[in-house]
């Protein structure tokens, strides 16, 4: 009967729980640290615990020392070589290998051999020590990557463009003409000059119509004085003789 009676009651009244969880409010906190007196402050900052310097025992870590590492005797012929380079080309270009083959690089080689301009390898770590307190030091930032140079005795500038023209592979980054520092766009604009030859053509053709004109015009002024000085003559002579002849008309 009873179980019966708690059946039919159960799904009216619903399952109470067993437990039953009640969650309290925080409380206020009432006790907060008091700040220290200003005199007890000063005490504890002049009082305060100071470590001694931890005494690193001599050989403990690697000296900071920079170590100069010397040239090896292959990097000093090197060296010179390209010192010897320098000196003696008034051209010094500085090209890009791009991936270029041995066969295009000999084609390459004998049409700039043609107009007199010489190809040099040198590693980079050659040329960036010997261009570090040179006076071509700007030139440095050019030699990044697998670079060759086209060095010549004299300035050949549209030979080499017209060679690298048909070269693909290679790269035209600077040069330096005349201890003057180019860049590649700058090379092209140097090419578009006349030869020296021309100017100096020019230069001398101008100089000489100059030293004419400036001589025609001193010998103008005497010319042309001398000329009415003539016709003064001619003239004064002329009429001498009317007047004589006049005379002689009346005496007879």
């Known amino acids: 009967m009873a179980a019966t009676l708690f059946v039919k009651i159960l799904p009216k009244q619903g399952w109470l729980p067993l437990t039953q969880t009640v969650r309290h409010g925080s409380k206020a906190v009432t ?22 310097p931890r005494i690193i025992p001599p050989g403990a870590y690697p000296s900071q020392r920079q170590r100069v590492q010397e040239d090896s005797p292959l990097m000093l012929i090197m060296k010179r070589n390209l010192k010897t380079v320098f000196q003696d080309s008034k051209m010094i270009a500085v090209v890009q290998n791009n991936a270029s083959n041995a066969e295009d690089m000999m084609v390459l080689k004998h049409r700039l051999h043609k107009h007199g301009i010489a190809v040099k390898f040198f590693p980079n770590q050659v040329v960036q020590s010997f261009l570090k307190d040179g006076l071509h030091s700007n030139m440095a930032p ?14 050949k500038v549209k030979e080499m463009l017209s060679a690298l023209r048909a070269s693909q592979q290679m790269t035209l980054l600077g040069a330096c003409i005349d201890n003057t520092l180019l860049s590649a766009q700058a090379v092209v604009s140097y090419s578009k000059l006349p030869s020296m030859s021309v100017v100096q053509g020019e230069l001398v053709s101008g100089l000489t119509m100059l030293t004419s004109h400036t001589a025609s015009m001193l010998q103008r002024h005497p010319a042309y004085l001398l000329a009415l000085l003539q016709q003064y003559v001619k003239q004064k002579s002329s009429g001498d003789g009317s007047e004589g002849a006049a005379k002689a008309e009346e005496t007879t």
Not at 31 to 52: N, S
Not at 142 to 155: H, N
């Open 142 to 155: 050019l030699f990044i990557g697998p670079t060759v140079l086209f060095v010549s005795k004299e300035p």
């Open 31 to 52: 006790r907060h640290r008091r700040p220290l007196h200003i005199l007890k402050q000063k005490l504890m900052a002049v009082t305060e615990y100071i470590p001694p």
